[in-house]
C-alpha cells in the first residue's frame, strides 16, 4: 500500500491498540503467532472487533461480531466511512495534509447508508454505526486481514475499501495505528519480495523502474524486458486452446503456454475449477514439478526433480507478515535424491550453458542484498541473527530496519512524500450468484494444524484433525431432510463432491464451509470458481453457490482420489 | 475465549434450568449462532454461580452436558466452570449436611 507491498505494522503494536478490526481474518487458528499478541492487547483492555460471515473462534474473543455476507465487505466498509464522515469523526487534518482524493471517495460512500449496507451485508445497523464510531475515536486502532478479504474476484477492490477508512480516520503510519495483511502463507510476503510477482523485481521494484531495472540487468549481465510476465491465473488461461484462422482457412487451435515448471506448488489440487485446471495441465506439452512430495500435479508430469524442505533441510530466509526477514537453519539432511530448491535450479542453468554452479544460501541472499538497496541491502546473515530478524526497509549496515512503515505520512514538509490516495470502490456482489438452483453459499476455510492442499500437513497426525467434511447450519439442513453425519453431495455450477456432512453453529443459515486442506476424502476445489480480480490475479475461493441435497449413494467418495503427498 | 467443548448436550431440563437463570441476568435469550464474547462476557464468570445452582436445583447434580451448556452460554471454558462446579458442589454439600439434608 502506498507504494510498499507490505503491512504497514510490527506484531508487537496490536498489543498497545485500543482497538482491532479482524477482517476477513480467523487469526486464532491461521495467525496463532500474531494472536498471541492480540491476546495480550486483549488483555490490557484493547477492544476487538470480527468481521467475518462465520462466527469463527476469532470472533469468540471479540467484543462485537459483524457477521455480513460473504462479499458484500466493500458495502459495508463503505457504510463505515460513511457513517464517520457524517458523524463529524474524520482526521480533517490528517486528510486535508495528507492525503488525495477525499471529495471523489466522499461522493462513492455516500449512498451507502446504515440501512442500505444493512440490506445488503444482513450485519445490523446499529452494530456497522458502533464499529464506525469505535474506529474512528480510538487512539490507535488498526484493521487486520487475511484471505477474507483478499480471495475475491475484485480482491484488490476489497483492499482498498479498507485503506480508505484508515485514511479518513489517520490511523496508519502511527504506532498502534496501523493497515495489517496477515498473509495467507508463511512465506508469501517473502516470495513477492525476491520477485516471485511478475511485475515487481526482487526487493519490490517496478519492472518499469529504469534505474532499478538497470542495476539488476548489470548484475546479472542479461538483458530483462520491462514487461510483466503472467500470474498464476493469465498462466492457466494461456494454457487453454485459443481458436485461429490458419492462411488456408483451416480453424486450428493454439496454446500460448505449453511448458510449465511447477516449483513448489500443487496446481492441480489447489487451483480454484481444479478438473478444468488439471484437464488445462494435462494438455501442456511439458510439465516439470518440482517439490518435496509427490503431489497431484507431480502424478501428471513429464519430469518429477525431488527437493529438499528447505524449511528444515537447508538455509535461507523467511519473512513474515510484519516485514521481518528471519534466518531458516538446516536441522536434517535432505533424504534421498533430494536436493535444494536453489542447487536444482541453479543445475538446470548449467545444463542450459549458463555457469551458475552452486552457490551457498548466504551467496543468493548476499546477491539480491547488492541488487535490493533500499530494502534489504542491510540484512546481512550476521546481522539477521543479531537482531533476531530485521523489518525491511533495511538500506544500510548501520539501519536498525523500520518496523513502522509510512511514519513519514506524519511529517511535515518535504519528508511527508506523496500524498496518500483514496481508491473510491463500488460493492459489486461475488461473481457465482445465488440461485433457486444454487441456493448456498459456500466459503472455504483453513484450520490450525493443516496448510493449504495438505501436502506438508498431510503426513502427520494431529489430536485436532477431524474427517472433512462440508459444515453448514443445522436449521438448513433439517430443512432438507439431512442429520448430522448424513451423506450429502454438494453441487456448484463446475462439479460436485459427496461426504458426510457436519453441522457448525458457527455458521448461519445459507452459509457452508469447506476447508482446502484434505482433497483426497473431498476434492473442493472442483467446486469453486475460477472467476479471478483482474488486479490480483487472485480467484475468488471465498464465494461459491452451491446446492446441498442427500446423497443418492452410500459408496465411498465420488471425487477422484487424488494422490496426496506426504500421507 | 477459546471454548472446546465435548459432545455432551445438556438435557431439556437441564437447558431451560439453565436458561431461565441466565436469560434476565443477560439479557438475552440464547442462541445458538450468537454467543456473547469480548470483554464483557468475560467479565461476568460470577454469573457461573447462579447459572450452576439452577442446575443443581433442578436436577440434582452437574452433568458434563450441563457444565457445555453453562460454559458456552457464559463464554467460560469448560474447565474453569468445572472449577467452579465443583467448589460449588462442595459448597452445597456442606449446607446440605449442615442443614441435615442428604448430600449432593
Not at chain 1, 487486520?144 to 477508512?165: K, P, Q, R, S, Y
Not at chain 1, 505449453?258 to 495441465?281: D, F, K, Q
Not at chain 1, 527437493?307 to 538446516?330: F, H, I, L, M, P
Request: hydrophobic share 40%; aromatic share 6%; net charge negative.
Amino acid at each position: 500500500m502506498f507504494g510498499a507491498g507490505g503491512g504497514t505494522s510490527a506484531y508487537v503494536e496490536a498489543e498497545h491498540a485500543d482497538l482491532l478490526i479482524l477482517w476477513g481474518s480467523n487469526a486464532r487458528e491461521t495467525h496463532p503467532i500474531f494472536f498471541h499478541h492480540v491476546l495480550r492487547g486483549l488483555g490490557t483492555g484493547a477492544r476487538m472487533y470480527s468481521v467475518d460471515p462465520r462466527r469463527t473462534s476469532t470472533a469468540q474473543w471479540a467484543d462485537g461480531w459483524l457477521g455480513l455476507d460473504v462479499g458484500t465487505d466493500i458495502a459495508l466498509a463503505n457504510a463505515i466511512g460513511r457513517e464517520i464522515i457524517h458523524a463529524g469523526l474524520v482526521n480533517e487534518a490528517f486528510v486535508r495534509g495528507v492525503t488525495s482524493g477525499f471529495e471523489d471517495h466522499r461522493a462513492t460512500v455516500e449512498p451507502y447508508t446504515l440501512e442500505r449496507a444493512s440490506g445488503i451485508t444482513r450485519v445490523p445497523a446499529e452494530l456497522i454505526s458502533e464499529l464506525a464510531h469505535a474506529y474512528a475515536r480510538a487512539d490507535r486502532a488498526q484493521i487486520c486481514w487475511t484471505l477474507g478479504i483478499t480471495e475475491h474476484h475484485n480482491a484488490a477492490d476489497h483492499v482498498f475499501a479498507l485503506i480508505n477508512l484508515a485514511l479518513l480516520t489517520g490511523h496508519v503510519g502511527r504506532y498502534g495505528s496501523g493497515l495489517v495483511p496477515l498473509r495467507g502463507q508463511n512465506n508469501v510476503q517473502g516470495g513477492g519480495d525476491m520477485g516471485a510477482i511478475p511485475a515487481k523485481l526482487p526487493g519490490g521494484y517496478d519492472l518499469g523502474d529504469d534505474v532499478a531495472r538497470a542495476r539488476f540487468e548489470t548484475g546479472w549481465g542479461a538483458p530483462i524486458s520491462p514487461t510483466p510476465g503472467m500470474h498464476l491465473s493469465q498462466m492457466f488461461e494461456a494454457m487453454a486452446p485459443t481458436p485461429k484462422e490458419t492462411p488456408t482457412g483451416t480453424p486450428t487451435a493454439t496454446r500460448r503456454l505449453r511448458a510449465l515448471y511447477c516449483i513448489g506448488e500443487n496446481p492441480a489440487e489447489s487451483e480454484a475449477n481444479a478438473t478444468h485446471a488439471r484437464h488445462l495441465l494435462e494438455g501442456l506439452d511439458h510439465l516439470v514439478v518440482q517439490d518435496i512430495f509427490r503431489t497431484a500435479t507431480a502424478d501428471t508430469a513429464d519430469v518429477v526433480l525431488p527437493a529438499a524442505a528447505d524449511w528444515c533441510e537447508y538455509e535461507g530466509t523467511v519473512t513474515n507478515s510484519e516485514r521481518r526477514v528471519q534466518r531458516v537453519r538446516k536441522a536434517i539432511d535432505p533424504p534421498g535424491q533430494a536436493r535444494p530448491d536453489t542447487h536444482i535450479i541453479c543445475a538446470i542453468a548449467d545444463r542450459l550453458g549458463q555457469s551458475w554452479g552452486e552457490p551457498t544460501a548466504e551467496q543468493v541472499w548476499d546477491e539480491l542484498r547488492s541488487l535490493s538497496l533500499d530494502r534489504h541491502h542491510g540484512m546481512s546473515y550476521a546481522r539477521l541473527v543479531e537482531h533476531g530478524g530485521l523489518q525491511w526497509p533495511c538500506p544500510s549496515l548501520d539501519h536498525p530496519g523500520t518496523p513502522l512503515l509510512h511514519a513519514r505520512l506524519w511529517e511535515t514538509g518535504a519528508a511527508r512524500g506523496p500524498a496518500a490516495p483514496f481508491t473510491p470502490v463500488e460493492h459489486v456482489p461475488p461473481a457465482d450468484a445465488l440461485t433457486s438452483e444454487y441456493p448456498i453459499r459456500l466459503t472455504t476455510v483453513r484450520v490450525l494444524d493443516a496448510y493449504n492442499s495438505g501436502v506438508q500437513t498431510g503426513g502427520y497426525a494431529s489430536p485436532m484433525r477431524r474427517r472433512e467434511a462440508p459444515r453448514m447450519d443445522a436449521a438448513d439442513a433439517a430443512a432438507l431432510g439431512i442429520a448430522d453425519g448424513d451423506r450429502v453431495r454438494v453441487t456448484s455450477r463446475r462439479g460436485s463432491v459427496e461426504a458426510p456432512v457436519a453441522f457448525d453453529p458457527a455458521l448461519r443459515p445459507g452459509l457452508a464451509s469447506f476447508t482446502p486442506h484434505f482433497c483426497e476424502q473431498v476434492d473442493v476445489n472442483v467446486l469453486t470458481n475460477d472467476a479471478w480480480d483482474p488486479k490480483s490475479g487472485t480467484s475468488e475461493f471465498k464465494a461459491t453457490a452451491v446446492r446441498i441435497d442427500p446423497a443418492a449413494t452410500t459408496h465411498g467418495d465420488l471425487a477422484s482420489a487424488q494422490p496426496v503427498a506426504g500421507r | 475465549m477459546d471454548l472446546r467443548l465435548s459432545s455432551a448436550t445438556p438435557s431439556a431440563h437441564e437447558r431451560a434450568a439453565v436458561d431461565a437463570a441466565l436469560d434476565g441476568l443477560l439479557g438475552a435469550q440464547y442462541d445458538d449462532h450468537f454467543v456473547d464474547a469480548g470483554h464483557l462476557a468475560r467479565g461476568r464468570r460470577h454469573l457461573l454461580l447462579p447459572a450452576l445452582h439452577a442446575v443443581s436445583d433442578a436436577v440434582g447434580w452437574i452433568s458434563e452436558g450441563a457444565l457445555n451448556h453453562v460454559a458456552r452460554r457464559l463464554c467460560v471454558p469448560p474447565a474453569d466452570a468445572y472449577r467452579g462446579g465443583h467448589v460449588l458442589c462442595h459448597v452445597l454439600n456442606r449446607a446440605a449436611a449442615a442443614a441435615g439434608r442428604a448430600r449432593l
